[in-house]
Antibody, heavy 119, light 110 residues
Framework: QVQLVQSGAEVKKPGASMLLSCKASGYAFTDYAIHWVRQAPGQRPEWMGWINAGNGDIRYSQRFHGRVTITKHTSANTAYLELSSLKSEDTAMYYC????????????WGQGTLVTVSS | QSVLTQPPSASGTPGQRVTISCSGSSSNIGTHGVCWYQQLPGRAPKFLIYNDNRRPSGVPDRFSGSRSGTSVSLAISGLKSEDEADYYCAAWDDIVNGLLFGGGTKVTVL
């Protein structure tokens, strides 16, 4: 079955960077895109960007002003999210989600990674 | 305006029908299909509806979607206690060139 397994919870200080991973299994990794979505406590989900796991095309949300980098390691079936210059407002649950080609649907989600930014 | 607006809450008794709206504009719902996600407390969102009204395999037919112009709706018929969750609409927006989520509607089963 399709699974997206994310890395564990992190605590970071303001100004630091974080690197989260999302390991896919149960399907052909390069046939789909992986999106990253975050959700602050009590807030709506917020789209951050995506990577086409096949051809490597990437698109980022303008909201993050260049702080976001999404990469992949194809042989490891893993996508990564790096967020730099962390602020307390970046405290949130971060999710990866699988996206079928030609759609904006997220048909499978990872379990989420809680990132806490605190001094 | 690049925002999707949902009512914050909806409720019903078991067996009733509940409808949730999601209002957008020409740059998002007016141009693109809408998805709905169900989020149980403490869990990741779950794919519920795509292309306004299509159900992925495994989603009960109690859940249905519809569209009217730049608004969409999610209906839950035969409400069950297990339907108590937050529901989010989502659509691509051509102005922000990104995916938007609605503010979410908390469904309570009385």
């Amino acid at each position: 079955q399709v699974q997206l397994v994310q890395s564990g919870a992190e605590v970071k200080k303001p100004g630091a960077s974080m690197l989260l991973s999302c390991k896919a299994s149960g399907y052909a990794f390069t046939d789909y895109a992986i999106h990253w979505v975050r959700q602050a406590p009590g807030q709506r989900p917020e789209w951050m960007g995506w990577i086409n796991a096949g051809n490597g095309d990437i698109r980022y949300s303008q909201r993050f002003h260049g702080r976001v980098t999404i990469t992949k390691h194809t042989s490891a079936n893993t996508a990564y999210l790096e967020l730099s210059s962390l602020k307390s407002e970046d405290t949130a649950m971060y999710y990866c989600a699988r996206n079928p080609p030609g759609t904006v649907d997220f048909d499978h989600w990872g379990q989420g990674t809680l990132v806490t930014v605190s001094s | 305006q690049s925002v999707l607006t949902q009512p914050p809450s909806a409720s019903g008794t078991p067996g009733q029908r509940v409808t949730i709206s999601c209002s957008g504009s020409s740059s998002n719902i007016g141009t693109h299909g809408v998805c709905w996600y169900q989020q149980l407390p403490g869990r990741a969102p779950k794919f519920l509806i795509y292309n306004d009204n299509r159900r992925p395999s495994g989603v009960p037919d109690r859940f249905s979607g519809s569209r009217s112009g730049t608004s969409v709706s999610l209906a839950i018929s035969g409400l069950k206690s297990e339907d108590e969750a937050d529901y989010y609409c989502a659509a691509w927006d051509d102005i922000v060139n990104g995916l938007l989520f609605g503010g979410g509607t908390k469904v309570t089963v009385l």
